[in-house]
């Protein structure tokens, strides 16, 4: 199954403002902590480990 790499929410910047005032006041480190937090969360939401480690990979080659 092809990787969805489009908006695919109806809110992207809406979404990603959230995200970004959820790190306000967090140091380095406790952001990093929520960042792997909401990563195993909606990794768990997806609950499909191909397409998990299909996007690990393509992650990682947009490093």
Do not use: K
Request: proline share 6%; net charge negative; hydrophobic share 50%.
């Amino acid at each position: 199954m092809p990787l969805i790499t489009e908006p695919h929410i109806p809110d992207p910047d809406g979404f990603y403002a959230a995200w970004l005032q959820a790190h306000e006041g967090l140091s380095d480190g406790a952001s990093a902590d929520l960042n792997a937090r909401l990563v195993l969360l909606l990794a768990n939401q997806c609950g499909d480990q191909a397409t998990l480690l299909a996007c690990i990979a393509a992650a990682r080659e947009a490093a």
